[in-house]
């Protein structure tokens, strides 16, 4: 089962900032979050993952509260383009004895122009 | 360099047939992992084969199986075809076992009627 808790769905206008929760308030010590999104009749899209730091790319950051408890993913001026379903998955760095990933039902974003 | 593809794009099976799909990675990447996506479970991992051998299998009958070639390459097949198996079956590449960046293909659309 995902570890993970989203919203199924949000909107978001275009060109401005999207900001994706997620609650993993289980996750342990040595236990990432990663994000990957989905574009209709695609596979799933790696984006970004964290420890406890705030990390950021080229397409978007990830803030981490400090008990680890919850996180966001920000795409910072957000197109038409970023409509999709976004995961957020908790795992370790190495998945263990388990090296899937786990999906859950995840956020669809809808950017609105 | 070129990503994750997955041939064929789309296929039509009957009930009883089997199925052979086929996956090359990244060059270079030497993990791929198969998963399942449907509209009522989502997207359910089926294995993941690593250096040639299945490292890690997900919940599915053994009808379900796969191969990795010494190239990487590898092959999922699906035997005695059910109406339940129609699915978008995803293929993901990674450095390494376990690594929780993975680049997904496309998919293969299979239909079973």
């Known amino acids: 089962d995902a570890k993970t808790t989203q919203p199924p769905s949000m909107d978001c206008a275009e060109g401005r900032a999207a900001n994706l929760p997620c609650n993993h308030s289980?996750?342990?010590?040595?236990?990432?979050v990663y994000w990957y999104r989905q574009i209709h009749s695609q596979g799933p899209q790696y984006i970004i993952h964290?420890?406890?730091n705030n990390e950021t790319n080229e397409m978007a950051s990830l803030i981490i509260t400090e008990d680890r408890k919850s996180s966001t993913l920000i795409l910072p001026h957000a197109t038409l383009r970023d409509t999709a379903v976004y995961y957020c998955?908790?795992?370790?760095?190495?998945?263990?004895?388990?090296?899937?990933?786990?999906f859950g039902k995840g956020t669809k974003l809808s950017v609105k122009p | 360099k070129a990503g994750v593809t997955q041939t064929p794009r789309y296929l039509i099976k009957t009930r009883g047939q089997q199925v052979t799909l086929s996956c090359s990675p990244i060059s270079g990447h030497r993990s791929v992992s198969w998963y399942q996506q449907t509209p009522g479970q989502g997207l359910q991992f089926l294995f993941e084969?690593?250096?040639?051998?299945?490292?890690n299998k997900g919940n599915f009958p053994g009808r379900f199986s796969g191969r990795q070639f010494s190239n990487s390459r590898s092959e999922m097949n699906v035997s005695t075809l059910e109406l339940g198996d129609s699915a978008l079956y995803l293929c993901?590449?990674?450095?390494?076992?376990?690594?929780?960046?993975?680049?997904f293909g496309p998919g293969t659309r299979l239909t079973v009627l």
């Open positions: 998955i908790v795992r370790d760095l190495w998945g263990g004895s388990q090296g899937n990933l786990i």
């Open positions: 084969y690593f250096s040639e051998t299945q490292r």
């Open positions: 289980t996750i342990s010590g040595n236990e990432y």
């Open positions: 993901a590449s990674s450095l390494l076992q376990g690594d929780g960046e993975q680049f």
């Open positions: 964290g420890l406890k």
